[in-house]
């Protein structure tokens, strides 16, 4: 049986053990936590209430909780990214894909990339996979074939990437430019829907594991990064209103909202080489 009392304000007090334990309106499992006791379930209500156990968990014991400081494989996890899962906890939204974006992003080499990539995404719209992964643009160019694409640049010999639907496009690491403030360097560009509404022939929707980003710009307004590989999804048309401005720049970008899923391409991704 549970014993608990809810005030004014939000906050509730459970009774466990003799012991009253608070949870107050800015918990990060508040939500959930009305619904175990609406449910009368003790055991998940003990889980919620535990939040560096509920994240462990989560995390399969790579994510690891002491005081209010978050390690995962025995390192600190940047802040602003830790922030916003436990506040996505807290409003009971799906957290998933951005923990498995923090498990993708820790095996990017680069530090500053690591702290820089995640607020660039969030400023610029661009969505998450469940996979952990993120969505991004490119302009491209016809290859002369019906549905075949190439970038605009050419490769040391001469000859074009194939950057049509279902390909992965890779460079070294070691080739990419890693300054931040080098606006056009060395590197496979991918960026906003304002980044590449004036170029090219058609719009590719491209797939970017986050361990791939190396040069996340300082200047958010340049609406583009730096990677050494990704992945072709599909060729999209971007809608703009009627002030001529795209979609994201009131939410999430209409491709992010179009059924996105890793079910739904999931044939597509054979052909990468780290999905």
């Known amino acids: 049986m549970l ?3 809810c005030s004014g304000n939000g906050n509730i007090i459970v009774n466990f053990d003799g012991e009253n334990i608070c949870i107050d309106s800015d918990h990060v499992n508040h939500k959930m936590v009305t619904e175990a006791l609406a449910a009368g379930d003790e055991e998940q209500l003990r889980a919620l209430i535990d939040i560096p156990t509920a994240i462990k ?22 802040g602003y990214l830790v922030d916003r ?40 719209g661009l969505v998450l996979t469940d996979d952990g992964c993120f969505l991004a643009y490119k302009y491209v160019y016809n290859n002369g ?3 075949k694409y190439r970038p605009s640049w050419k490769n040391p010999d001469g000859s074009y990437n194939d950057t049509s639907p279902g390909t992965v496009v890779r460079m070294s690491r070691s080739d990419v430019c890693y300054d931040p403030e080098q ?30 980003a190396v040069s996340v710009p300082d200047e958010h307004a340049h609406g583009k990064l730096r ?40 044939e597509l991704y054979q052909t990468a080489s780290h999905w």
Do not use: W
């Not at 894909?97 to 680069?110: A, I, V, W």
């Not at 009627?242 to 059924?259: F, H, I």
């Open 3 to 5: 014993n608990y009392i």
């Open 85 to 124: 899962i436990l506040e996505q906890m807290r409003l009971g939204y799906g957290y998933q894909p951005m923990c498995s974006f923090l498990e993708n992003m820790h095996d990017n080499p680069s530090p500053e990339s690591v702290e820089q990539l995640y607020p660039f995404l969030e400023n610029n």
């Open 183 to 212: 606006a056009c360097a060395a590197g496979l560009h991918v960026g906003t829907p304002d980044y590449v509404g004036n170029g090219g022939d058609a719009i590719m929707l491209v797939k970017v594991n986050p361990k791939h």
């Open 227 to 266: 990677c050494c590989e990704y992945y072709n999804v599909k060729v999209v048309e971007l809608i703009k209103n009627e002030d001529n401005d795209y979609a994201y720049q009131y939410g999430l970008t209409n491709v992010g909202s179009d059924g996105y899923s890793d079910s739904k391409y999931a």
């Open 57 to 78: 968990k989560y995390g399969a014991g790579d994510i690891e909780v002491d005081g209010d400081t978050v390690r995962y494989r025995g390192k600190p996890v940047y």
């Open 145 to 147: 074939d019906e549905g």
